[in-house]
T-cell receptor, first 116, second 115 residues
Framework: NAGVTQTPKFQVLKTGQSMTLQCAQD?????MYWYRQDPGMGLRLIYYSASEGTTDKGEVPNGYNVSRLNKREFSLRLESAAPSQTSVYFC???????????????FGEGSWLTVV | AQTVTQSQPEMSVQEAETVTLSCTYDTSESDYYLFWYKQPPSRQMILVIR??????QNATENRFSVNFQKAAKSFSLKISDSQLGDAAMYFCAYIRIQGAQKLVFGQGTRLTINP
């Protein structure tokens, strides 16, 4: 099925470990996003990429790095994980425009990350 | 910066009744999209309805409709004939058309359906 694929779906990390969340979309979208969702809260934007090779900080970028090496893939890296980064992470993609049919934002299924 | 506010952390409604979820937003843009997303316990993000700001007509999708008041920057969701499967978190979201298209979410409203 076409859409946004995130890996891994579940991960447990020890404090100080590093890891990368991978995201890929097969819809030829320009824009890609990484969000985090803490329990009982909305989605907060970590980083945004408008196109290949460009990234922009969102609301909560501290402790994260991102990479948009090509149009399909947008990865999120935790260099030194902290318990405060325990959350559910969502990747999303979009290609909004007034004349595009079916324009919307597509989300991955989420990645559950626990830092102990 | 654009902000989205949902002032109702929780709402409940009797099955088959109608409920309205509120959302306000702040922006200086004239062209943008607004969305309502549903998030069941599985955490999947499901698009419920969207509204283009340049359209005056309110969007409808079956039992779901919106009341879009552009001047008041208000975007409420009405769910008619509520069903048990409607129980979920509902998020209002905003994205502008020009410039950096950062999708901004509200804090969410947890909707409970009472049988």
């Amino acid at each position: 099925n076409a859409g946004v694929t995130q890996t891994p779906k579940f991960q447990v990390l020890k404090t100080g470990q590093s890891m990368t969340l991978q995201c890929a979309q097969d819809m030829n979208h320009n824009s890609m996003y990484w969000y985090r969702q803490d329990p009982g809260m909305g989605l907060r934007l970590i980083y945004y990429s408008a196109s290949e090779g460009t990234t922009d900080k969102g609301e909560v970028p501290n402790g994260y790095n991102v990479s948009r090496l090509n149009k399909r893939e947008f990865s999120l890296r935790l260099e030194s994980a902290a318990p405060s980064q325990t959350s559910v992470y969502f990747c999303a993609s979009s290609d909004l425009g007034r004349f595009l049919s079916g324009n919307t934002i597509y989300f991955g299924e989420g990645s559950w990350l626990t830092v102990v | 910066a654009q902000t989205v506010t949902q002032s109702q952390p929780e709402m409940s409604v009797q099955e088959a009744e109608t409920v309205t979820l509120s959302c306000t937003y702040d922006t200086s843009e004239s062209d943008y999209y607004l969305f309502w997303y549903k998030q069941p316990p599985s955490r999947q993000m499901i698009l419920v309805i969207r509204q283009e700001a340049y359209k005056q007509q309110n969007a409808t999708e079956n039992r779901f409709s919106v009341n879009f008041q552009k001047a008041a920057k208000s975007f409420s969701l009405k769910i008619s004939d509520s069903q048990l499967g409607d129980a979920a978190m509902y998020f209002c979201a905003y994205i502008r058309i020009q410039g950096a298209q950062k999708l901004v979410f509200g804090q969410g409203t947890r909707l409970t359906i009472n049988p």
